[in-house]
């Protein structure tokens, strides 16, 4: 059965740092695009990050940008999504899942993952 499994939330001060996992099983993830998402309480889920699965592109929402990475690790069959200097508005359950890039690009997915909840709070 594919699935895809997000771990690595938690609790965590402003300006500290949490690092995401994706870790696929019954499918490979290197045929995929994968993305990033979350989901605030009475919000919109919406795109944070995503990487193509051809050239390795990056792409970032302008909020996240030059604190969020992301990276894959075929080899684990695992995304990471690096997050630092964090924000109280980063607050969300934070999803990942794999697709086209253009389904990653448009989070046209029809299922969804238990996701992993991060809260920045002091």
């Known amino acids: 059965q594919a699935q895809l499994v997000e771990s690595g939330g938690g609790l965590v001060q402003p300006g500290g740092s949490l690092t995401l996992s994706c870790a696929a099983s019954g499918f490979t993830l290197d045929y995929y695009a994968i993305g990033w998402f979350r989901q605030a309480p009475g919000k919109e889920r919406e795109g944070v990050s995503c990487?193509?699965?051809?050239?390795?592109?990056?792409y970032y929402r302008d909020s996240v940008k030059d604190r969020f990475t992301i990276a894959r690790d075929d080899a684990k069959n695992t995304v990471y999504l690096q997050m630092n200097s964090l924000k109280p508005e980063d607050t969300a359950v934070y999803y990942c899942n794999a697709g086209s890039l253009l389904q990653v690009m448009t989070s046209n997915f029809a299922s969804w993952g238990q996701g992993t909840q991060v809260t920045v709070s002091s």
């Open positions: 990487i193509s699965r051809s050239d390795g592109s990056v």
